[in-house]
């Protein structure tokens, strides 16, 4: 008797008496005793060829005379197991080894083993089964492979295995003309800051991140700077590499889910290609990537801000802006992608304020970085704000340590007893600034000089008082 998982009635698959009398209407024509002499023996065992649609219960039942001598009931479970593609696989194809088994309650959990005994990444899927994936397969992946059932339940059995053999054969290479192409993302940002790389939706089985060389037309200048393979959980790391990392949530690489992240310098800019691939599908999604840097010069006379970007094919325009926007900068460029406003020193109250370096790109999508330019005691203090790198160290002009002194010593043979004032003057930046009265020096405006105020104490007194001190300056003492 059977009863297929969900039906409610027993159907009669096969009866047998002692005289060899046969029937069933369930039965099928390779459906057997397997001993002939049942009667004597008193072994009922069925034998046949099941399908995928027979599992279910089975109920053997003994009687005599009229009376249930013995009944024992069966639950048969059918194992499907699928290779694709078919043998012989090509090689760099994805080789998918599939097990199912109904009804799926049989079984506890089903897992493959790679030959020497390796365990091996797999998931259930619906309606599929089983999954164990073998992306981008060669031939040293010959061999039988293990599929282990393991049943639910009070079984005397923990598990059963089956083997597969697969051949890759090393003559045929997989060539994927399967292609899905998705719109190119134009964007921008700004130097060292996190920027997300996204690739096809597509839930993968393994990831290859492509990169060209900003400012370049040439296709054929592509290189592979990341590839990651989730069902063998490996990526080779290379210099080039550690530069990204898989993106966390809502992304989940092993999953399948692939998204980059890194913190890109100007240079990074460029054409990045991700391609996932699913089975013996490729999904492409590009990204034109712009990178901003903002730069700062400072000299005695004047600040120079100096926006600059690479991958100028996207950049329909670049300018400064200052914070009223009814003050116009003048604007000149070093060369192709850059674009420079010069500020003149010192910093007035006029010129103090918020700087804006605007990207436009051809898309309408613009991006941003500014500059905040202060005033400061005998000082200009420029600050990077938005997502700028912080460049405050390189361009503040009072010196967090006096590092130079300059000691005089000598003798009072020639100076009289009412002592006398002197004044020195040391040549720094662009001009020699020369003060005979001590107290026009102190009145006077800081010009990228040294002015040092010494005056006698008493014959071997050491001439110390360093009135003021410019950072970029070195003075060289001398005596007259």
């Not at 059918?78 to 079984?107: G, M, N």
């Not at 990077?384 to 009072?398: G, K, Q, T």
Request: with cysteine.
């Amino acid at each position: 008797m059977a009863k297929t998982i969900g039906a409610d009635e027993w159907q009669l698959v096969l009866s047998a008496n002692n005289k060899k009398e046969f029937s069933g209407g369930a039965s099928k024509s390779s459906m057997r005793l397997t001993d002939s002499n049942f009667q004597d023996t008193g072994v009922f065992s069925l034998l046949f060829v099941p399908k995928m649609q027979d599992g279910g219960l089975y109920s053997c039942l003994i009687k005599q005379e009229g009376r249930k001598l013995k009944e024992r009931i069966i639950l048969l479970a059918i194992l499907t197991v699928t290779v694709e593609p078919a043998a012989p696989v090509s090689q760099y194809s994805t080789l998918q080894l599939i097990a199912r088994v109904t009804p799926d309650f049989a079984v506890a959990e089903i897992t493959w083993e790679a030959p020497g005994g390796m365990s091996m990444k797999s998931e259930k899927q619906p309606l599929r089964g089983t999954v164990a994936k073998l992306p981008q397969v060669q031939t040293s992946d010959s061999g039988t492979y293990t599929c282990r059932v393991h049943p639910s339940g009070n079984c005397s059995t923990r598990f059963f295995a089956f083997n597969v053999d697969v051949t890759v054969d090393a003559n045929n290479v997989a060539s994927f003309t399967n292609i899905t192409h998705g719109t190119i993302i134009s964007t921008a940002t700004q130097a060292h800051t996190s920027f997300t790389l996204t690739c096809h939706g597509v839930q993968g089985d393994y990831v290859l991140l492509y990169w060209r060389h900003p400012d370049v037309r040439k296709q054929s200048n592509l290189s592979l700077v990341y590839q990651y393979d989730r069902w063998r959980g490996s990526s080779p790391t290379t210099k080039q590499s550690k530069r990204f990392q898989l993106a966390g949530p809502p992304y989940n690489a092993e999953a399948g889910s692939f998204a980059f992240l890194f913190t890109p310098g100007l240079k990074d800019s460029g054409l990045y290609i991700c391609e996932v691939f699913l089975n013996d599908y490729a999904y492409s999604q590009r990204t034109l990537l712009s990178i901003m840097k903002v730069k700062t010069s400072l000299s005695p006379s004047k600040l120079e801000l100096e926006c600059l970007y690479k991958e100028r094919s996207q950049v329909q325009r670049a300018h400064w802006n200052y914070q009223d926007k009814s003050r116009k900068l003048r604007q000149l460029s070093k060369g192709p992608g850059s674009i420079v406003t010069v500020l003149p020193m010192p910093i007035t109250s006029d010129t103090a304020g918020n700087y804006t370096c605007t990207l436009q790109l051809t898309n309408g999508q613009t991006v941003g970085a500014t500059q905040a330019v202060t005033m400061q005691k005998e000082s200009v203090g420029v600050t990077a704000h938005s997502l700028s790198p912080s460049l405050s160290a390189l361009l503040l002009l009072v010196p967090l340590v006096a590092a130079t002194v300059c000691v005089l010593l000598w003798k009072q043979k020639h100076i009289s007893d009412r002592g006398i004032e002197q004044s020195l003057s040391v040549h720094s930046g662009e001009a020699e600034n020369i003060y005979e009265n001590p107290e026009s020096v102190r009145q006077a405006p800081l010009e990228g000089s040294i002015y040092m105020d010494l005056k006698p104490r008493g014959e071997d007194d050491v001439y110390k008082e360093l009135e003021r001190c410019h950072i970029h300056s070195v003075p060289s003492c001398s005596r007259e």
